[in-house]
């Protein structure tokens, strides 16, 4: 008969340490925007988004302001055309692009989607930085916005 008593606090504290970084962000977007702020590239569209001069506004930047104060993130809001941010997303140099995007964004190929903040639009996230989606998804749960756009 097998003793599985002398192995069961072993296994115990396997799990334990297995489930501490749970879940995995392979390039550790939600942890380096601990440390070093939140990078949001942003795309000027009006209404979500709005860019003039070195202010950023609209209800897209608001909304991840509320995000960045419930996580007690810093952030740093860079501006760009939707072509050059995708590619700094996917280089890993920013953690999220708002622009008003939808599900089905002709970007959803190169870039990790959110679940919609409202009935329709999402966030691109980097592809596979789940902690960063888990935390932004479990945001977006409990403080939808009512846009009727």
């Known amino acids: ?9 072993t296994l115990l504290v396997l799990l334990a340490l297995t489930a501490c970084n749970f879940p995995k ?3 550790s977007a939600f942890e380096n925007a601990r440390k070093n702020g939140l990078k949001i590239g942003v795309v000027h569209n009006p209404p979500y988004t709005k860019v003039e001069n070195t202010t950023f506004s609209g209800s897209e930047i608001l909304y991840l302001r509320e995000f960045c104060k419930k996580e007690r993130l ?7 055309n ?3 941010l995708i590619k700094k997303l996917k280089e890993y140099k920013l953690d999220i692009v708002a622009g008003g995007f939808q599900e089905s964004s002709i970007w959803k190929k190169e870039a990790g989607i959110s679940k919609p903040y409202d009935k329709k639009h999402v966030f691109l996230i ?3 930085e789940n902690q960063l989606l888990y935390y932004l998804e479990n ?8 846009e009727k756009k």
């Open 1 to 9: 008969m097998l003793n599985l008593s002398k192995s069961y606090p």
């Open 25 to 27: 962000d392979p390039h």
């Open 74 to 80: 810093q952030y740093h809001f860079e501006f760009g």
């Open 82 to 84: 939707e072509t050059y």
């Open 126 to 128: 980097p592809k596979g």
């Open 139 to 146: 945001f977006i749960a409990n403080n939808k916005l009512n």
